[in-house]
């Protein structure tokens, strides 16, 4: 079993190295053929009479060429000695929702474990250049939503992707990262440890071939990947014209649910979720309004999974006088110790009980450079 | 004319001024007898035979009590000394769209000019308690719209009320402010210097005798008469449970179109119109959304009288370096010189240098205290 699957997987890389075919013909001739290793091993008479033109049948018995080959063995080496998971579109265990979009990868590289819990999944997704209240509203969503039995599924980008991913390991839940490069790298490089942690408790993917560096044109493709994999796609925070609106649409076009958090309408990571709303997405602000919609379209059984948690504290308890002058002076932008004394006027000491008393009622966070963000 | 007219505006104030008749029972007598007067002379029995209780005709003929009797007469004198305009729900003059609601004032203090162009008019409303940040955009929402040949219609509150009626006149537009109280008084109090400058290009407008006091029983009916004079209603900022929801409901109600602009979801004031939005509110950015969208709705006539504005830039022209750095470390929120010199570690007079400079181009703007704004 274990040499058959090999013998398979190294038909598609073969399949796949060679020059002139790209996935959609892949997914064409192992349609027609039942198996990449029934079109290597068909002649060019058979191929043709199968339907190919005499170019992509000549191409095909021709194979990859001798450096294709070289990479294939060392791709194969590498997916063995660091345990990848390979799913090609033909196994049962290939990610049924990604398998009904217009265009499936034809083969994915899984590390981690990729289980029939993640059927359940919403991307959260976003802008990198996220705001620091951008970053907490995602994570705070992407918690709740995993907390809730949802997997979380985002790029490993800088900003929004990181802060999800967070979010739903700081709840104990299920998280997928899918890569625009290949998965024997790690982009951005600052991203090795949460990358180990999604491992332990989910998934890396990639369709890209095993060594296959960032590449500003992977992205777009990825992205497909990120909303085949979802019931729903969350924006939080979006420029106009970016990236995440791209997904935001390709999305729609997939069938799947958008949702935005919207923003100021000054703030230029709100410009793109605020157009995606006027578009027609649904406008959310916590877990529970995506769950709220997502749930009436799920069969029973998936359903039945989902554990709704308590809807969020719209209002806060009572503050202490000092403790109300110093949570009003606070910003959803960070702002330093010496602007809140400046601001309320108290002493030194009061501000900073104040601050650590809200922080324990989580009410404010601490960021490096004594800085302070309200909750 | 105007001896007959103030016959049948004394009429109106008597008819009003008696006990257990309201305005629902005031515009069902009117609209049986073609005038207050016609009311005031029928007998017992001629009420009767017209449909109302032997009570209510009782107490129509008794007619007001003594000391109401003085009130109208101060205040046909105060109507008269303060060249207030009445128009009555007979009156050709009385705004059109206004008289079309279910419950249509019976009578209507104008303080200011009230004219045609006035029938398209738009309500900009909300949060008393708004930000810095949503005040400024509410005021450059409703100057784009009064640039645009709109009215402004509000409330004469603090907050988003005076920041719309500012923003109409800083455009050289017409603006109407809607009183909760009697046209002779002025609430909130410090609004006295606004209030003249509406008098001056717009009109200050109120249902209710002339000296009542404020009284927060008459907001919300206050609030039918806001929108009920507007094609649609904008709410920039309001907290969730606030009276502008209120407005806002009410407006749909009597089939005006609702608008809203979106917040950041922590953010008080934008809870309540990010609900609206969720509730079907139409998302909007800037005046021109606010256009688009009731354009198509006008009458050709009126839609021609719409010119309509070039659409705001969305991005900034190129800062120098230090411009660069003090605009990013700037917020939607007010800071303090000092902290923008921490934020930057740029020496103060670059700071300076550069918070002038952004102003000359409108992209900060100086508050009270030294505390700097993004635009």
Known sequence: MQTKRAVSLEAW?????????????????VREWQSPDAVLRASTDELIQRGCSRRLADVIRRGPDREACQRIERELTAIERKQIDVRTILDSSYPTRLRMIPDPPPVLYVSGTLNQSDELAVAVVGARRATASGRLVTESLANGLAGAGL?????????????????ALAAGGRTIAVLGCGIGQTYPPEHGR??????ERGAILSELPFEAPPHSGHFPRRNRIISGLSLGVVVTEAAIDSGSLITARLAAE??????????????ETSRGTNALIKEGA???????DVIDA???QLEPALRARLSCPPREKQTGD????????????LSYDPLTVDHLIEQTRLPVASVMVSLLSLELRQRVRQLPGQRYLKL
């Open 13 to 29: 890389l073969t399949l796949r190295a060679i020059e002139g075919v790209g996935d959609h013909t892949i997914l064409a001739l």
């Open 151 to 167: 997997t979380i599924v985002s790029g490993l980008a800088r900003g929004v992707d990181a802060a999800a991913h967070r979010g």
């Open 194 to 199: 949460l990358r180990h942690e999604i491992e």
């Open 254 to 267: 997939q069938g799947r649910e958008v949702f935005a958090v919207p923003g100021f309408v000054k703030s």
């Open 282 to 288: 649904a406008l959310i602000e916590c877990a529970q």
């Open 294 to 296: 997502i749930a009436p």
């Open 318 to 329: 009572r503050f202490g006088n000092q403790e109300q002058l110093v949570y009003d002076a």
